[in-house]
């Protein structure tokens, strides 16, 4: 049996103390490792840089562990049976480590328990013990692995199959706010971290159920594919994010992204749009990455990268769902839903990176392109996630089309969860363009060319013509804003804009990122220049883009700017943002299309 116990007594210093337990023989050479990466985060992280300490004993006697790699140990003589004990500094406030101090806890596996080269397979338990501090505040533990013995508060004995399932539940520990809800009678448990007074509990647990039984029907089964489901959320001032796993979900979101008593139920906030859809993805993510998985990542390796082209299909399709489910399970209204989509679109055609990177690079690159992003990333990359669930978008209406809207993409995705997801056989490279190719009885290899390896803008506007929806791309002038839904089309005036993101410094505008071709670009402004004068005149980061807006086109104006903490001065001849803000309005409010009824709805 491999045993692990976790302590965390030394809270205040960040320390997890681990204890590993192996009551069966172990030769000279035998290693041990821990992940460098952990699924669903695209990035090698080296989790073993935060082991502080590691000492092993057989029975009491010191046994030498000789570190091989960055990650790696090994055994370096025989031993009857093993103890290591180590401790974990967890520091890190994300959903992807480990963070530990006297108010709050959380850890992935994949930061916390060593794997015993070989035995990956056999059975694993844990043991939490509550520290004085977790008993004196009355903390409680919430985590979606099996439980073998545990107290009222959730600290006890938990169990593994293998050290996949072991790495794949995290632990979330503190003083939480708990509502709970059955989907097709599987229990789920939504557990918030230091969330703020008068939430609405009822209303979020009443809107994800709903979203968790849409998505269920979605891929055509009676019940979810777990006995129990854990949300866990830590809520704090600034945060948003999420990671996936096999029955539980770890997000990150703001104060303001809940629901507070006595709103307008009628009314739905952007901000808890948001955090719905955020639920909405990482669920769906229980069918589209956690049981339908590349063919490379069966088996996971995770001492090294491992690359695909199918992120796109992963977390873009998941991307397309994650909002258009929220109008099919009826939590929010169809025109919430198309300003998600115009905000989407406004994301992507204000990257210049889809130029110069397809969305299957943008995917194989993810290492070390999208999650290691610079200031030259608007003019480098395109996101999978945004451009992919654009490819989604198509895809279902070419589908649809080829079809006569007798099929959809909802059908090529229960065929993949059927063929591939309850099987565990993982989709190969170009698995999905085959599959679709059976679902439509033809080839949609120049569809396929086109959305996944050209730089190519797809075909918009012509879906939208269909959907009875008018579709238009105005010319950026604020970099606040994001397009969206309107009720008629909007009319702007030709207005300067520089191209450059910045944010506040106390002397000025600090540039951050430039978009290559825009005026500024041209005049030679760069990352960590500090704007603080037009023509002369003193700027503020929140003053700049409204005086350049109000200056005529094509005038030639002079900024000032420190660089290296010099003082410089360029000429920059003002010129219009090109049309890359999205703004969608229905046609004919009276009569929306069959097609888009049908889509709304799922029905086909």
Not at 252 to 258: A, E, F, G, N, R
Not at 449 to 476: C, M, R, V, W
Request: hydrophobic content about 35%; aromatic content about 12%.
């Amino acid at each position: 049996m491999i045993h692990y116990t976790v302590c965390f007594d030394r809270a205040n210093a960040h320390i997890f103390e681990v204890k590993l337990n192996l009551n069966f023989a172990l030769k000279a050479g035998q290693q041990f490792y821990l992940p460098n990466w952990i699924p669903g985060s695209y990035m090698i992280r080296d989790f073993a840089k935060n082991v502080v300490t590691m000492d092993a004993n057989s029975k009491g006697q010191v046994v030498s562990l000789e570190k091989t790699s960055k990650s790696c140990w090994q055994l370096s003589e025989d031993a009857d049976c093993l103890e290591i004990n180590y401790q974990v500094y967890a520091w890190d406030l994300s959903v992807r480590s480990a963070h530990l101090d006297n108010e709050h806890g959380f850890f992935n596996g994949t930061s916390l328990f060593i794997a015993i080269k070989g035995y990956e397979s056999e059975n694993h338990t844990v043991i939490i013990n509550a520290s004085k501090n977790a008993v004196d505040k009355n903390w409680q533990l919430a985590t979606a692995m099996p439980v073998k013995e545990v107290d009222s508060q959730g600290f006890g004995k938990y169990t593994s199959q293998n050290y996949d399932e072991l790495i794949d539940h995290p632990f979330e520990m503190g003083r939480l706010d708990t509502v709970s809800f059955d989907v097709y009678g599987v229990p789920h448990k939504m557990v918030f971290t230091e969330a703020p007074a008068r939430v609405d509990w009822n209303r979020i647990a009443e809107d994800v159920k709903k979203i968790c039984e849409a998505e269920v029907r979605f891929f055509g089964d009676d019940k979810p594919p777990f006995e129990q489901y854990v949300f866990m959320t830590f809520v704090q001032k600034q945060g948003f994010g999420g990671l996936e796993h096999r029955a539980s979900t770890a997000l990150h979101c703001s104060y303001k992204d809940l629901p507070l008593i006595g709103e307008n139920l009628e009314k739905m906030d952007e901000n808890y749009r948001m955090f719905l859809s955020l639920c909405c993805h990482e669920y769906f993510h229980n069918w589209n990455i956690k049981r339908i998985k590349p063919a490379r990542f069966i088996p996971m390796n995770m001492q090294q990268e491992v690359h695909t082209d199918l992120l796109w299909f992963f977390e873009g399709i998941t991307s397309y769902y994650d909002e258009l489910l929220l109008v099919r399970a009826g939590v929010v209204k169809p025109e919430s839903y198309l300003e998600m989509l115009a905000q989407t679109l406004t994301k992507t055609m204000r990257s210049q990176g889809r130029f110069k990177q397809t969305v299957t690079e943008s995917s194989f690159d993810a290492w070390t392109k999208f999650y290691k992003q610079d200031e030259n990333a608007v003019n480098g990359i395109v996101s999978y996630y945004t451009k992919g669930a654009l490819v989604a978008f198509c895809l279902d209406f070419e589908i649809r089309r080829l079809t006569s809207h007798k099929k959809s993409l909802d059908d090529l995705m229960k065929i993949i969860w059927n063929q591939h997801g309850k099987t565990n056989k993982g989709v190969g490279e170009t698995q999905v363009q085959q599959l679709t190719k059976e679902l439509v009885g033809q080839s949609m290899s120049s569809f396929f060319n086109k959305a996944l390896y050209s730089t190519e803008d797809l075909d918009i506007q012509s879906i939208f013509e269909l959907l009875g929806i008018e579709y238009q791309l105005l010319p950026q002038y604020l970099s606040k804003e994001k397009g969206g839904f309107i009720k008629a089309p909007k009319e702007r005036k030709e207005l300067a804009y520089l191209g450059v993101t910045s944010k506040a410094d106390a002397l000025g505008a600090k540039v951050h990122s430039v978009t290559e071709g825009s005026c500024s670009s041209e005049a030679g402004l760069s990352n960590g220049d500090i704007i603080i004068a037009i023509d002369n005149v003193r700027i503020t980061h929140s003053e700049l883009e409204q005086v350049i807006a109000k200056i005529p086109l094509e005038t030639e104006i002079t900024i000032s700017y420190f660089r290296r903490e010099r003082l410089y001065h360029c000429q920059c001849r003002l010129t219009e943002s090109i049309a890359n803000t999205c703004y969608l309005s229905f046609k004919d409010t009276d009569k929306p299309t069959e097609l888009l009824q049908q889509w709304f709805s799922g029905a086909e």
